[in-house]
């Protein structure tokens, strides 16, 4: 039973933080790159950041450089994503997901509401 599974999500202020977590159960994640994503309310998934299987290259999405970091512990089977200076319209369900070769797996998501 392969699975990921994100957790850190909740309700924070405009300008707080979050620190989300994908952790890998069944498998190990030292393979794989792993991508965020967000889907908010009526509007499509899209791609926050990634980073590959080694750590060392990362990328992010306009609206969240600067203000988020990826980053993994392959020795804890976990990718993280440091969420920082969080506004209101970062608030969606996060996933995560890991990819190898045509290997593709999702996380259920966890909700992150940024509201004052």
Known sequence: QYQLVESGGGLVQPG????LSCAASGFTLEYYAIGWFRQAPGKEREGVSCISSNGG???YA???KGRFTISRDNA???V??????????DTAVYS?????HNLLYWGQGTQVTVSS
């Open 62 to 64: 306009a609206s969240v």
């Open 16 to 19: 707080g933080s979050l620190r």
């Open 57 to 59: 290259n990362s990328n």
């Open 76 to 78: 804890k089977n976990t």
């Open 80 to 89: 993280y994503l440091q969420m920082n200076s969080l506004k209101p319209e």
């Open 96 to 100: 995560c997901a890991a990819t190898w």
